[in-house]
């Protein structure tokens, strides 16, 4: 039969460790009901007693979000009563709270951090569960470094702590240093003896990804017996991060004839998450990392997009509409096949033309693919009527679309404190436009030039920007997503200058909207071949 497994998720705690990713009141709450619509069963909001603002967070998010008797809030406190107490007093707001404390067991803690003797740390711990169990019925005891610790000495540890009033036991690898096999088996042998000494007690896991492992020791402790993960959005966390929630759920999902477990969690909800905890903490996440990557989705081999559109079986293990996705997204370039192009301009309306026509339109669509890198649909409008235009056959279209789309002609930005402005020179078929504006910073400036000549109403929903090569002429990548009239355009671009980079990322969001509104009214009869 099918077990449950718990999904902690400490984002608002460790994953908040990350240098530079400190989150406000607002933001942590935000995140937190996102959270809890994802449908994680614990929330870790912090560690109370690091600050005042972090007790006001972590006090708020209970308030708000712990409302409710579906979810579980707790934070994290030393086995020292001020920070217990401190733990207590913002997590007793919530309708399910819980108290959960941090404990070393390895030999360099005992011996290097504490000083103190295995006795001695042990009675601390037993002392500090039987206080917290005064203030609350739910407790969680990590033990931490315990991949690192002498396994009886461990349980020694884990056996005093539930018989003190522990309700979880949690298992970190506190430095990535776990293989798989080995700890499962170590799990294995605890839930055996956790089991039998008071089965009501569940037994967590909490895995760094030090040596990129925390994802598969994660997934080795559910099989050898663990009741719980604990994890993280998009793997942040201290040093190399943590064991990413949305990996270790998918990985359950997606392989059950291993695991033959499931967990709450609504995977539809999975990238809203992920890309309000990157935006909100400003930590870009990893184009090819699994599940929540950029191109984890994306697939730009024609070899992989002719395999795709003839059964998505063939290179699509986890479907994009599970984790909240609309669709697969073949990637346009120079290594796209004709598969693929041909199936981009079907989806655009284009059917019917011969063979002939259809390879003088692919010889043009690899000369634009080389020297643009991606091309976009509205790109696809000009090379299918260039084609025509230049081998003057009829075009079948009868209208001319190509010279409804925007290109940049010329920029000029100047950044200062006072005035940041922008100058844009902008082109529509024949038509030449120009316009100006100021703006908060240099970015806001250009956009609200390029708004004034297109006259289409955007909001810009994210801006995101990085190297993608090394060096003074480092190309810069923006990405942006805007939204209009509900509906929401990502668009990419990349050059040496980043706000020339800036402007063509906007340039081919607008593209994208004009290419949206040209679907219901076309009726294009240019050929499968």
Request: with cysteine.
């Amino acid at each position: 039969m099918s077990r449950k497994i718990w999904v902690f998720d400490t984002t608002l705690r460790d994953g908040e460790q990350v240098p530079g990713a400190k989150l406000n009141l607002y933001e942590k709450v935000e995140i937190a009901q996102q959270l809890k619509k994802l449908g994680v069963d614990i929330i870790e909001a912090g560690f109370p007693a690091s600050s005042q603002g972090d007790f006001n967070a972590v006090k708020a998010v209970a308030e708000k979000v712990g409302n409710t008797s579906d979810i579980m809030i707790t934070a994290l406190a030393r086995a020292v009563k001020a920070d217990i107490d401190s733990v207590y007093h913002a997590v007793k707001h919530a309708q399910n709270p819980m108290i959960h404390m941090v404990l070393g067991t390895s030999d360099i803690h005992v011996e290097k951090k504490f000083s103190k003797s295995k006795d001695q740390i042990l009675q601390i711990g037993v002392d500090a569960v039987k206080y917290a169990k005064t203030l609350l019925p739910q407790v969680q005891y990590s033990t931490e470094d315990a991949s690192r610790s002498d396994f009886e000495y461990l349980w020694k540890t884990i056996e005093a702590v539930m018989k003190a009033g522990a309700t979880m036991i949690n298992v970190p690898d506190t430095v990535g240093y776990a293989e798989p096999e080995q700890w499962g088996e170590m799990i294995a042998k605890l839930n055996y003896r956790m089991k039998n000494l008071d089965d009501s007690v569940l037994l967590s896991v909490h895995c760094h990804n030090d040596l990129g492992m925390a994802t598969a020791n994660t997934l080795a402790a559910i099989k050898n017996g663990a009741d719980k993960v604990e994890c993280t959005i998009n793997g942040i966390g201290e040093r190399a991060g943590n064991a990413a929630l949305e990996e270790v759920v998918m990985a359950m999902k997606t392989r059950g004839d291993v695991y033959n477990v499931f967990t709450d969690i609504n995977t539809k909800e999975i990238m809203n998450t992920s890309r309000l905890v990157s935006s909100f903490m400003g930590l870009d996440v990893q184009v090819n990392k699994a599940i929540t990557g950029d191109n984890a989705f994306a697939h730009s081999s024609g070899i992989h997009q002719d395999g795709l559109l003839k059964s998505r079986e063939a290179y699509e293990i986890v479907h994009p509409e599970d984790v909240g996705l609309e669709d697969m997204e073949l990637v346009l370039t120079a290594r796209s096949g004709r598969h693929a192009v041909k199936n981009a301009l079907l989806k655009l309306g284009f059917k019917e033309f011969t063979e002939d026509e259809f390879e003088g339109i692919f010889e043009g669509f690899l000369k634009l693919a080389d020297s643009k890198k991606e091309v976009y649909n509205h790109d696809l409008y000009v090379i299918v009527e260039s084609y025509y235009e230049k081998s003057e056959k009829n075009n079948p279209n009868g209208e001319s679309f190509s010279d409804q789309f925007y290109d940049i002609d010329d920029l000029q930005i100047i950044s200062n404190a006072s005035f940041p402005s922008a100058s844009v020179k902008m082109r529509k078929g024949q038509e030449v436009f120009k316009a100006s504006a100021v703006g908060s910073g240099p970015i806001d400036a250009l956009y609200s030039a390029i708004a004034h000549v297109t006259q289409i109403p955007v909001k810009l929903v994210e801006y995101n920007i990085n190297s993608v090569t090394r060096g003074q002429e480092a190309l810069g990548k923006v990405k942006i997503t805007v939204e209009h009239e509900g509906e929401k355009y990502i668009a990419k671009a990349a050059d040496t200058d980043i706000l020339k980079a800036s402007a063509l990322a906007y340039i081919n969001a607008i593209n994208s909207i004009i290419v949206a509104g040209l679907q219901p009214k076309q009726e294009k009869k240019i050929a499968t071949v």
